[in-house]
């Protein structure tokens, strides 16, 4: 099984320009999670979809949205990106949301 | 702001002893979870303890969880330089509509050969 996926691996934006990050899950999770993790911050909450169709915002949504395509997808999009955005951001995925999570790999994202 | 908060943020030691890591957290959970980070890859799930569970083991971990002190310590025995790695205590936080998984800042462990 692949687990969760998440392309691209590595981007390059400039300020203002818009891109979306692709996460898929094949383990038939309702809960999907976008965070992002900065040096010495850890991870923190973006968005998340605890089942189709439902989105919450996280910690830090300002900047972000998101679209649950289906139970398998989940998509982060930044509309105008700005340096501030500059990280590495991770989906994640989990039976419920108190169960055991799977990540993908990461996007490491620079806004120039 | 983040849930868990890890102490120390870093730790240094000798291949063979054992690393003990720190949880707080701020909120009622129903469970908590340690998750394990290489170098530029993604979180790997270690343990989770209920909130009706003082202490749990698995191989060489051992997770005990205190409701009353909102705490939670990770320690690793017999630790080899392979458990080099970050290590992050997540929560399951009560937020919006639905339980969300909220991660700590988590401890830097170094284990040197």
């Known amino acids: 099984n692949a687990g969760v996926t998440q392309t691209p691996k590595f981007q390059v934006l400039k300020t203002g320009q818009s891109m979306t990050l692709q996460c898929a899950q094949d383990m038939n999770h309702n809960s999907m999670y976008w965070y992002r993790q900065d040096p010495g911050m850890g991870l923190r909450l973006i968005y998340y979809?605890?089942?189709?169709?439902?989105?919450d915002k996280g910690e830090v949504p300002n900047g972000y949205n998101v679209s649950r395509l289906n139970k398998r997808e989940f998509s982060l999009r930044l509309e105008s990106a700005a340096p501030s955005q500059t990280s590495v951001y991770f989906c994640a995925s989990a039976y419920r949301g108190n169960t055991e999570a799977f990540f993908g790999q990461g996007t490491r994202l620079t806004v120039v | 702001s983040q849930q868990g908060e890890e102490d120390p943020q870093a730790l240094s030691i000798q291949e063979g002893e054992n690393a003990t890591m720190n949880c707080s957290y701020k909120?009622?959970?129903?469970?908590l979870q340690w998750y394990r980070q290489n170098s530029g890859r993604g979180l790997v799930h270690l343990i989770l303890?209920?909130?009706?569970?003082r202490e749990k083991h698995s191989g060489r971990l051992r997770v005990t969880l205190d409701t009353s002190k909102k705490s939670s310590s990770l320690l690793i025995t017999a630790s080899r330089a392979a458990d080099t790695a970050s290590y992050f205590c997540?929560?399951?936080?009560?937020?919006?509509?639905?339980?969300?998984?909220?991660f700590g800042s988590g401890t830097q462990l170094t284990v040197l050969p």
């Open positions: 997540a929560t399951d936080d009560l937020g919006g509509s639905a339980r969300q998984l909220t």
């Open positions: 979809s605890a089942s189709e169709g439902t989105t």
């Open positions: 909120t009622s959970i129903n469970n």
């Open positions: 303890i209920r909130s009706n569970e």
